[in-house]
């Protein structure tokens, strides 16, 4: 689909790659881009409408679903991340809120939109997820388990939709340089590296972006997980947990 005089409803629009994505949006010539937040007031990008948007809230969703019911593209950005293992982490609902705004919070916009997408001739669904998708680290294990499992739900609501011809498209990237990943001094891909990939995607047709050498390298290794990708996070970790890394 083109992006230019496409309606483009971004969540998380008001910071980090949200921002990014919505920018990127303008200046491809989206016709109208919807800036979705929890705090609208922090949306004030030119160009941007703000929206109240809290995804976990779904009257909230389906408000803004019958308010933006022009969107042909819905780029689901917003997530959290708590860097979590699952046996040791200090507050258990740390997954919970994770799988309650990556998968389910994602769930309910897709559901919410697909009706909206359907009157619009079919349009996009861009579904943020992570390199983490593919397999687990101890470092973000229950955030890596809801972006597993915000990944099948991209890959169902692929099949689902495809009768009335909207393309789902699932992103993966390894650390981006927003506030997300602050904590970390490992290589980072830009924000606008990683909007710009994906809405040339869009614009080809694509299902999916590997954002960076690490999604494409992971998932080249997924058949021989065991072999090639556990090893040497288990390495790692035992070095962390004993005290020498
Ligand atoms: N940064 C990375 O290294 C990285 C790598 C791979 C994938 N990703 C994914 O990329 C996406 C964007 O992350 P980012 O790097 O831009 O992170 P970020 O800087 O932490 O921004 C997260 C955005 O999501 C919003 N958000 C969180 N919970 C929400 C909710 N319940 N309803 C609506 N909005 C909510 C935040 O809004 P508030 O300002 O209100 O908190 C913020 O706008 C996420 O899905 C993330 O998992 C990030």
Not at 95 to 114: D, I, S
Request: a negative charge; aromatic letters at 6%; one cysteine or more.
């Amino acid at each position: 689909m083109n992006i230019s005089g496409s309606v483009a409803l971004v969540t998380g629009a008001n910071r980090g790659l949200g921002l990014a994505f919505s920018r990127e949006l303008v200046r491809r010539g989206a016709a109208k881009v919807y800036g979705a937040a929890r705090n609208p007031a922090a949306v004030t990008e030119p160009g941007v409408l703000p929206v109240a948007l809290d995804i976990t809230d779904g009257d909230q969703v389906e408000r803004v679903a019958a308010q933006c019911a022009d969107v042909s593209l819905l780029v689901n950005n917003a997530g959290v991340l708590r860097y979590s293992t699952f046996t040791s982490a200090p507050d258990p609902d740390a997954a919970r809120q994770e799988m309650e705004t990556n998968y389910f919070g994602t769930l309910r916009m897709c559901r919410a939109f697909a009706p909206v997408l359907a009157a619009a001739g079919g349009g996009a669904i861009v579904n943020m997820l992570s390199v983490t998708s593919f397999f687990t680290n101890p470092f973000d294990a229950s955030y890596g388990a809801s972006k597993a499992a915000e990944w099948s739900l991209t890959n169902g609501v692929r099949i689902e939709l495809h009768h009335q011809g909207t393309l789902v498209v699932a992103v993966h990237a390894g650390f981006i340089d927003t506030e997300m990943a602050a904590l970390t001094d490992a290589p980072k891909i830009s924000p606008e590296s990683v909007a710009a990939q994906v809405f040339d995607a869009v614009e080809a047709g694509q299902v999916e972006v590997l954002a960076d050498e690490r999604s494409r390298d992971i998932k080249a290794k997924l058949s021989r997980d065991h072999e090639l990708i556990y090893p040497p996070i288990q390495e790692f970790w035992d070095a962390a947990v004993s005290g020498t890394s």
